[in-house]
């Protein structure tokens, strides 16, 4: 498998679940993955049937509130920016202790494009990856500075709906 960061970004859908393939076929490979949620609330369904996959996928929901980001009150994404921003820092040590092969970041984009966290706290969180780990981020908005840190760039459109 390839090392590196990759994105899949765009208003398309299936970019979560383009990651989350990857992240299946890389566990198949024997590889260790870590998949950290952001953005998208507490994903009950979804995450019952995702721990059935640990050990070999990992996944971190950081945030308290079952509702996505955008229906949040402004003093409920106050509060949510804080969890956010652990999860964010969870992601840094997982890099710097090299406990994955790969780290799903979905809607990660989406955590800049809201201003919870800045271009320098990006650089230092990809910063801290090893050579041999491989990134995958995911979210709608791809800012100017993301294109020079990602190895791999994926727009994700949809042509008819």
Known sequence: ???GIQIYYGDGRGKSTAALGYALQSAIAGRNVFVIHFLKGKMATESAFMQR???EIKVFHFEKSEERYEKLS????TEENRNIRNGVNFARKVLLNDECNLLVLDELLG???NG????EDVQTLLGAKAEETQIIITGRTLPDYMR??????YQIQTEKN
């Open 148 to 153: 020079e840190l990602a190895d791999e760039i």
């Open 111 to 113: 955590v800049i494009d």
């Open 53 to 55: 996959l640990e050990p």
């Open 116 to 119: 919870v966290v800045t271009k």
């Open 74 to 77: 402004e003093q409920e994404k």
């Open 1 to 3: 498998m390839d090392s």
